[in-house]
């Protein structure tokens, strides 16, 4: 019984410990408690290089959005998906493109879009579109977030 009691005992230590470690990486974050505010999510982007907005890309990730995207996504209000204003805020642009170009592992497996999914209950599907379109959009939405 004793045994027990101090097994327990342990185990609380140790949690308290973890739980203050958790604390300390929370502060020193830029202050973003989103979950996927760092993180780049699952697929094949794992680097993207965000110069300044280039208004050419944007206008045909704008293209690529009306008609592939805007069924089930306008800015401000949900529909099918979420509102995706703001959403270069929220997500890293990594994220964003794998989100895209990868959305069933996603939802599977990054903790972000599970819980994105586990809200709308409706699976976002790959909309066939290469990285280079997907890059468009990207740059649409940042083009929309700027303009806010
Ligand atoms: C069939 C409806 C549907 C279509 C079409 C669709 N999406 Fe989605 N999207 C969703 C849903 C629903 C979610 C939430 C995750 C889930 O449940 O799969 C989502 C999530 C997202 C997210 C994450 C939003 C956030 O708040 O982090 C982004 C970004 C996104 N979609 C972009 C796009 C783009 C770009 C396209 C077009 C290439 C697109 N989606 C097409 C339904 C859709």
Redesign the pocket.
Known sequence: MKFIQSFAILILIILLALASCKKEEEGTDSGNSSP?ADSKGIGPITKVDLGEIDQAKAAKGKQ??DT??????KFEEK??????A??TE??TPE??MN??LN??E??QKDP??ME??????????????SQD??RE??EY?RQMDKKK
């Open positions: 996927s690529h959005f592939k995207c805007s069924a089930c996504h529909v099918v998906g979420p509102p995706l703001g959403v929220r997500r994220w964003i989100m895209i959305p069933v996603m939802t972000a879009a994105l999914y586990a809200t709308y209950l409706v699976q976002m599907t790959f909309q066939n579109v379109e997907t959009i990207l939405f």
